[in-house]
């Protein structure tokens, strides 16, 4: 899995007054878990861009200078409510003999017949599967391959589970699907209509000059 480097520096003071005055300055204070003891650093909120606004996955090479580096992940960020500005980052430190847990990208590769041939629509429901893993063998992307699905057919997760890695999601898990289009549905029950109203006039007897089907009483005249 690729890695961003997020330049920062370890701090000591936590309190509320310190924090606010990191976020005034712009920067973001940070706490990574995982190892002997939490690790606090601040780092410029503008170096989180790459890292937070974006559909990729990325671990995270923090470097505090003279204090060493860590390789971790994100775990959680909190937003502010009204600006959505970066209050806090936890991280997680990474082990290479110790699996983690993140969420992971869907790439929808190819084209399903039954959208080419059929006038499907592709249904997505997963654009991101929680993967577990050793921290190396994190794929970028999980490939969601469609050159075989046709009209109906469903792609589960169990098709995209790989030994490198575990999917954490139930076997009958619904990645994509080709669905019948409304369009086609809604012109299937148009035309069953017109049938039917066809089959009534034949049924009956002819229609009178002003369109409408004969009484009993005109026939009889």
């Known amino acids: 899995m690729k890695s961003i480097t997020i330049n920062g520096s370890k701090r000591e003071s936590v309190g509320k007054v310190a924090t606010k005055a990191l976020r005034n300055a712009g920067q973001v204070p940070c706490v990574v878990y995982g190892g002997e003891a939490p690790v606090h650093f ?6 989180f861009a790459k890292l937070v606004y974006t559909p990729n996955a990325h671990t995270v090479v923090i470097d505090l200078g003279d204090d060493g580096k860590i390789n971790a992940i994100i775990q959680d960020i909190q937003f502010h409510p009204v600006s959505d500005k970066i209050l806090h980052i936890d991280f997680y430190q990474l082990f290479d003999d110790k699996e983690v847990t993140m969420d992971i990208p869907v790439t929808f590769i190819g084209t399903a017949p039954g959208v080419r041939l059929s006038g499907g ?76 109203e066809g089959a009534e006039t034949e049924d009956g007897a002819a229609p009178t000059e002003d369109g409408a089907a004969p009484t009993e009483e005109t026939a009889q005249e």
């Not at 601040?42 to 170096?47: G, H």
């Not at 954490?168 to 209509?193: F, G, K, M, W, Y």
């Open 42 to 47: 601040n780092a410029d909120e503008r170096a």
């Open 121 to 196: 629509v592709l249904r997505k429901s997963k654009r991101k599967l929680r993967v577990r893993a050793l921290p190396a063998n994190l794929p970028d992307t999980l490939e969601a391959n469609l050159s075989k699905l046709k009209l109906g057919d469903k792609l589960y997760v169990t098709e995209l589970q790989s030994e490198l890695f575990k999917i954490l999601h139930p076997d009958n898990t619904v990645v994509c699907q080709v669905r019948t289009a409304r369009t086609s549905i809604l012109s299937a029950v148009e035309e069953d209509v017109e049938n039917e």
